[in-house]
């Protein structure tokens, strides 16, 4: 693989954990597209719809504004960047708060074929 061309898709302020995103990312990268849309389909982890979502809106722009061919499309890059962390205050006993960190991430996945 030494020359690609690419097309790439980004979801920014996912509500959830780049920790917990990063174990699906890991599984589908250097993967075919069809494969990558068909494991992720099965994981049973919630952030894989989004991820789902983000790769299919990646080979859509590949098809679109490069005129790649879905099928032979692989994965070429994917990884999971950290957000702003949402900060909320729980109540506890005696009038104290207890902060509550709700973490987002940005994802990016990048679809290419080999030429």
């Known amino acids: ?59 859509a722009n590949a098809e679109h504004n490069c005129s790649l061919n879905k099928s032979k499309l692989i994965i070429t890059k994917t990884y999971a960047d950290k957000g702003p962390i949402l900060k909320r205050f729980r109540p506890r006993a005696q009038g104290r708060g207890y902060p509550i960190r709700k973490p987002t991430c940005h994802i990016l996945v990048e679809v290419g074929e080999p030429t």
Do not use: W
Not at 34 to 44: C, N, R
């Open 1 to 59: 693989m030494t020359n690609l061309t690419v097309a790439s898709a980004i979801g920014r302020y996912i509500r959830t954990s780049p920790l917990k995103v990063r174990r699906v990312l890991d599984q589908i990268r250097g993967k075919e597209y069809s494969e990558a849309v068909l494991i992720l389909k099965f994981m049973p982890y919630r952030c894989s719809d989004i991820i789902l979502h983000i790769l299919q809106s990646a080979a």
